[in-house]
């Protein structure tokens, strides 16, 4: 009963460490809310009587084959072709092995933005297929982009 336990306690620190499907968050730089929030989104928008839009040059990127251990970074650019201030409200990663960063300022239309993703492969192994869903004050309003590799032993 004893190693029962033992065993028991191994799977659950494991699973702990082990890439999340929910992003981390507050704290820290990644997985956090933009700091600009439902109460003052208005701010950033009124100047404009239209929506803005946001249109990605590509939606899906592959790394490709990538060693184990090793983070691989990927910039999303998008341009805002709507008529009204972009604000990206929250970027949120499928797993705790994706971190973002992305503009944080409101994005005039016309102007680009960015949102930039850092895959680190440490304990991972083959095909990895990863997301992060965008909230933004758009039409849609969510937005998702995709990153895929194949990660090799050393």
Known sequence: MKKLSIILIVIMAFTTISCK???KTGGGEYGID???????VDDYTKA???MPKMVFSETEYNFGTVIQGEKVT???KFTNTGDGNLV????????GCTSPKWTREPVRPGE???VELTFDSSNKNGMQNK????SANTDPNEH???????VVAK
């Open 88 to 95: 990206i409200s929250s970027v949120k990663p499928s797993c």
């Open 34 to 40: 933009n700091p600009i929030s439902a109460d003052n």
């Open 48 to 50: 404009s009587d239209g």
């Open 112 to 114: 680009e933005g960015y």
């Open 131 to 134: 997301n992060v869903r965008i």
């Open 144 to 150: 998702v982009l995709y990153i895929r590799c194949d």
């Open 74 to 76: 990927h910039k999303f």
């Open 21 to 23: 499907e929910t992003p």
